[in-house]
């Protein structure tokens, strides 16, 4: 069963979430609450620190999710839609919001996302071992193309 489990620091296991679609990306902010990827079953969730499931993304636009970060001084959250090269956001101050696409990396298959102290985006290409950077302007929206840090092709 694809599941989300919380390990203590005592190695204590509690199962958070049962029957994920294929969990793979996951964020914690600051006060608990999670926000996970089901790659196999096209959606984003918010998992609560009481364990309540809240999906914020569905269908086609939370196809093949992976990657997923919390931009919290925006209300932003940045997820990747790993087969198309999509990073999508969903704006979490907006009850019911559409997610966004913020750029696409054409050729590419975007996996982790994390973020800077200046709220830049870096994306790490699994398909092609790159390491990407994507500046964002105050709104969370791409300023130019993506910025080709490094690449790892062993």
Do not use: M, W
């Amino acid at each position: 069963e694809a599941k989300l489990i919380d390990v203590a620091p005592d190695g204590t296991v509690v199962d958070l979430a049962t029957g994920l679609g294929g969990p793979n990306g996951v964020h914690v902010d600051f006060d608990g609450t999670v926000y996970v990827t089901e790659f196999g079953g096209s959606k984003v969730t918010r998992v609560s620190p009481s364990g309540e499931l809240t999906p914020l993304v569905t269908g086609s636009a939370a196809f093949a999710a992976n990657g997923v970060v919390l931009d919290p001084a925006r209300a932003l959250l940045f997820f990747t839609n790993y087969q198309s090269g999509v990073i999508r956001s969903l704006d979490l101050s907006v009850p019911g919001a559409s997610p966004v696409e913020v750029i696409t990396l054409a050729g590419t298959a975007p996996d982790g996302l994390s973020l800077d102290a200046c709220g830049h985006l870096y994306v790490v290409d699994q398909a092609n071992a790159d390491l990407y950077r994507v500046r964002l302007d105050p709104s969370g929206a791409a300023t130019g193309e993506p910025e080709l840090l490094a690449s790892a092709p062993q």
